[in-house]
């Protein structure tokens, strides 16, 4: 009689499907009693799961009948053969040890020779998950998925703390080549109620939460809803603060830092727009600049060039006007720069005047009249001084007046031009007549002037009263001598140019 050898290829693959695993491929060679195949010849196999041991109770058989091929290989599935006892998908494979029984005829005779017993090695997942998870809690499937409801999984540790545990000292990988950023994703975190906060935490060895990436949405006042992305870490006490938040949602943003600072080091740059985007910064609290970096304002290539020389602050344009603003919009407050060298200090303000102090007293002002104060607090000219004037040997003093005159009282009603005389009797100023003492003559203005307060030049009890160089006189008034000329009573008083001026002695 032909012998049978059978030949396990271990449990090949399991038979894909939709719904759970149900059979196990398997194979077997066919020999003749001198070894050689028995080629394209009709068989018949019988499969026992045995429980247990190899003479344990068959929890399932089925037969199969097949023909051998060419190198007499026989091909079937456990599980899928004409079913004589039991049901393959009822076998508990987690529960104990499980055993193949193989028997084999040839097809038209009656009596089956064993082939062997062998114990199965690994039972297949699927099966384990169909029959065994479902009663003890562990895994199990549902079509193409897989699934775990009790307890926790771990990955390189027999520990596991939450639903799944990866191990002391090991890595997950996750990788696509997906180049979009609405597929490619290799995680989703997702909220399934308006209130919650997926997130991501790192936490200590005491399991404390110290940083912590979210996304959540939030109601604004009165009832707006808002949406941001959010990286938080623990302050002293250990609380969780949000410092950088993204909102999203919108088309346009603004990202936000609280309760933190944001430092630039090493070198780096901190860029808002570029040449064809200038983009905005604004800033609602203080700015330092430390050390001895500096500030470049305007068109210019501030990092190849820098500032100019030693200056901390340049504003520069390369052809065009530019301007430095100090603005006190409600006009009641002063504003200034203010200068300080060790502890002497200079400023400049302006309150509606212009001035120069240095520790607390005012050395230069300019009034909104124009009227320039040197250490004067209220001038009352073009330029009014309290002190000397020196000018410098080798210069003079440049005046574009009319000599030297004096504001006096007068008596009379007096126009530019006329001859003024002191009355001996009343000793006021008037109109000069015969026997008056010479005074001057009146003028609108004077290179040099005497007893000027502010409003005089139109207060008609004043004359400004020339005594002393080019002026325009009344000639009516005098007496003309060829180039000399005198007062009605022959006084001696000047001369008269080609220009037509008097010229005051």
């Known amino acids: 009689m032909k012998r049978l050898f059978p030949f396990l290829l271990a449990l090949l693959s399991l038979w894909a499907s939709a719904q759970a695993p149900e059979g196990i491929n398997y194979q077997t060679i066919v020999r003749a009693e001198d070894g050689s195949v028995i080629s394209f010849q009709s068989m018949d196999f019988k499969v026992s799961i045995l429980l247990g041991s190899t003479s344990g109770t068959a929890v399932y058989s089925e037969e199969h009948s097949v ?50 017993i062998e114990e199965f090695a690994s039972v297949p997942y699927a099966f384990y998950a169909e029959t065994t998870a479902a009663s003890e809690g562990m895994w199990q499937q549902n079509g193409n998925d897989i699934y775990f409801m009790d307890g926790n999984v771990g990955i390189k540790t027999d520990e596991p703390t939450e639903a799944l545990t990866i191990g002391t000292n090991n890595r997950i990988q996750l990788s696509t080549v997906k180049n979009s950023l609405t597929y490619g994703a290799v995680m989703n975190l997702r909220w399934n109620s308006p209130d919650a906060k997926p997130g991501i935490h790192f ?157 607390s007293s005012n050395f230069f002002k300019i009034t909104g009249d124009g009227d320039v104060g040197i250490d004067v607090d209220e001038p009352i000219a073009k330029l009014d001084v309290n002190g000397n004037i020196n000018v410098s040997s080798g210069f003079a003093y440049l005046v574009g007046g009319a000599g030297k005159g004096s504001y006096l009282p007068v008596n009379d009603d007096v126009t530019n031009g006329d001859v003024l005389g ?84």
Do not use: C
Not at 70 to 75: D, E, H, Q, V
Not at 271 to 292: C, K, M, P, R, W
């Open 203 to 359: 936490q200590d060895a005491s399991g404390d939460s110290k940083i912590a990436l979210s996304a959540y949405e939030y109601e604004t006042y009165p009832s707006d809803q808002a949406r941001k992305f959010s990286i938080a870490t623990s302050n002293l006490s250990g609380d969780l603060v949000e410092r950088f938040n993204v909102p999203f949602g919108e088309n346009e943003v603004d990202i936000s830092i609280t309760d933190a600072n944001l430092k630039l080091i090493d070198g780096n740059t901190f860029q808002v727009g570029t040449e064809s985007n200038s983009g905005l910064a604004l800033y609602y609290s203080d700015v330092f600049i430390h050390g001895t970096k500096k500030m470049g304002i305007g068109d210019k290539d501030w990092e190849e060039e820098g500032t100019w020389e030693n200056a901390q602050l340049e504003i520069y344009r390369a052809n065009s006007n530019v301007e430095l603003l100090i603005h006190d919009d409600a006009g009641t407050n002063d504003i200034g720069l203010h200068l300080r060298n060790g502890e002497n200090d200079w400023k400049m303000t302006h309150d509606g005047d212009f001035n120069i102090i240095h520790e």
């Open 67 to 116: 023909a051998t091929n060419a190198n007499g290989l026989a091909s079937f599935r456990i599980g899928k053969g004409e079913v004589l006892t039991g049901s393959f998908s009822d076998i508990s494979w987690g529960s104990d040890a499980h055993f193949v029984k193989l028997e084999a005829r040839q097809t038209g005779t009656s009596t089956y020779n064993l082939m062997g």
């Open 422 to 505: 002191l009355n001996p009797s009343t000793g006021q100023l008037r109109k000069f007549e015969s026997g008056d003492i010479y005074m001057g003559i009146a003028s609108a203005k004077a290179g040099f002037v005497s007893n000027y307060e502010k409003g005089r030049e139109e207060d008609s009890g004043f004359a400004l009263v020339v005594s002393k160089g080019q002026i325009e006189a009344n000639l009516t008034q005098l007496q003309v001598n060829g180039r000399m000329v005198s007062t009605v009573d022959g006084e001696s008083i000047g001369v008269l140019l080609a220009n037509g001026k008097l010229y005051l002695k």
